[in-house]
C-alpha cells in the first residue's frame, strides 16, 4: 500500500503523523482515558511492551510535560514513567527505558528499583506477539502477555491501583475475565474507537487493584504455568464450559471514545494542498532497531551476492 493510499484509508495512522505520535495507537489509549480517566492521580506509571512508544509519548503528554511545566512541583516529585520493551526505542521526555522481557521476573524488579521501593498507580500493556492470523493461536499467545503482565502487576501495582491490558477477543475471553477479576473488583473491555472494528483486538480496563487476602505472588507463577502447559490446561479445566449455564458469565464491553468521532474501519478524502496535490508525511520516529531489520541486511546481503554472481557469469 502507497502511503498516500494507506493515509486515505487509515484516518489515524494520518492523523498521527499531523499531531506528532509515533503510532496510531496513541489514539487507543487516549480514548480509553477518555472514557475512564484513568490518568488522574497517577504519580507512577509503568508502561509494558511500549515500543516505538507512542503509549509512553501520551504518558509523558499527560503526565510528565505539565507536571515539569508547574512551578510547584520539584524534581524529585516529577511523575515517573517506565517503559520496558523488547525492542530499544527512541528516547521520550520523561520516559526511563528497560530493554527487556516482561516475562521474565527480573523485570518487576527492575522497575521497582527505578521507582525506589515505592509501587505504581497504572500500568499500561499493548503488548502483541507477531500475529499469525490463526485466531485461536493469537489469542493464546496474548493471554501469556496478559498473565506475563499480570504477574509484574502482582509486584509492583499499589492497593487501588489500575491496569489497562490488550486482549484479543475469543472463546477464553471469559477466563480470562474470571482470572482478572480475582484481582480486580471492576474489570471491563473496552473497544476504542481508533481500534478497527475488524480487529478481535480490545481492551482489559482494570479498576482498584485488591488482591485476594493473604495473596502471594509465587501463587499466580504456579498458576500461570499450569495455563501455560499443555496438560495444565486439563487440570485447571480451562475449557470454558465451567462458565456456561448458571455460572456464565456477562462480561462488560464498551466502546469508547467520540462516537461520533473518526471511524476507523472508513476511508476518508485526502486533504489537498492549494495547488491540488496531497503530501504524505513521514512517520515520525521509525523503530531504531525493528525485529524484520536483520531480515532486511540479509535480504539486501543475498540480492548482491546474486548480481555478484551475474556479473562473474557475464565476465566469464
Ligand atoms: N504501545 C506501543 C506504542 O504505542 O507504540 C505499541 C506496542 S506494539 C503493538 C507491541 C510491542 O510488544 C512490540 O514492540 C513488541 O516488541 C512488544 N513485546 C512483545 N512481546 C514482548 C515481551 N515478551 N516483552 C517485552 N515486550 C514485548
Redesign the pocket.
Known amino acids: 500500500m502507497g502511503k498516500a493510499s494507506r493515509d486515505k484509508r487509515d484516518i489515524y495512522y494520518r492523523k498521527a503523523k499531523e499531531e506528532g505520535w509515533?503510532?496510531r495507537?496513541?489514539f487507543k489509549l487516549l480514548q480509553i482515558d477518555e472514557e475512564f480517566n484513568i490518568f488522574e492521580g497517577v504519580k507512577r506509571v509503568v508502561?509494558?511492551?511500549?515500543?516505538?512508544?507512542?503509549?509512553s509519548q501520551v504518558l509523558s503528554r499527560k503526565l510528565y510535560l505539565p507536571a515539569k511545566q508547574s512551578p510547584a512541583l520539584k524534581d524529585g516529585e516529577l511523575p515517573l514513567i517506565v517503559a520496558?520493551?523488547?525492542?530499544p526505542m527512541a528516547p521520550i521526555e520523561g520516559v526511563i527505558q528497560v530493554q527487556?522481557?516482561?516475562?521474565n521476573a527480573r523485570t518487576a524488579e527492575v522497575v521497582i528499583r527505578h521507582f525506589d521501593g515505592c509501587k505504581a498507580d497504572l500500568v499500561v500493556c499493548?503488548?502483541?506477539?507477531d500475529v499469525t492470523g490463526l485466531h485461536d493461536m493469537d489469542e493464546f499467545v496474548q493471554s501469556q502477555?496478559i498473565l506475563?503482565g499480570l504477574t509484574i502487576v502482582t509486584h509492583i501495582l499499589r492497593q487501588g491501583g489500575k491496569f489497562i491490558a490488550k486482549i484479543f477477543r475469543g472463546k477464553d475471553t471469559s477466563l480470562l475475565y474470571c482470572q482478572l477479576k480475582l484481582f480486580f473488583p471492576v474489570v471491563t473491555f473496552a473497544k476504542p474507537k481508533s481500534s478497527r472494528n475488524s480487529s478481535i483486538e480490545a481492551f482489559a480496563v482494570c479498576e482498584n487493584y485488591s488482591p485476594p487476602e493473604g495473596f502471594n505472588p509465587k501463587d499466580l507463577y504456579r498458576l500461570l504455568e499450569m495455563v501455560g502447559s499443555p496438560s495444565g490446561v486439563d487440570d485447571l479445566d480451562c475449557s470454558s464450559g465451567w462458565l456456561e449455564g448458571p455460572n456464565k458469565v456477562y462480561i462488560p464491553f464498551l466502546a469508547c471514545g467520540d462516537l461520533s468521532g473518526y471511524d476507523s474501519d472508513r476511508s476518508y478524502p485526502l486533504p489537498k494542498v492549494a495547488d491540488g496535490t496531497y503530501q504524505s508525511l513521514d512517520p515520525v520516529q521509525p523503530p531504531i532497531a525493528p525485529p524484520y531489520k536483520r531480515a532486511l541486511e540479509m535480504k539486501k546481503a543475498s540480492s548482491q551476492g546474486i548480481r555478484d554472481l551475474e556479473k562473474l557469469s557475464l565476465d566469464s
Open positions: 509515533r503510532a495507537s496513541a508502561d509494558l511492551c511500549a515500543a516505538p512508544g507512542s503509549w520496558i520493551d523488547l525492542q527487556g522481557d516482561i516475562t499493548d503488548g502483541a506477539p502477555l506475563a
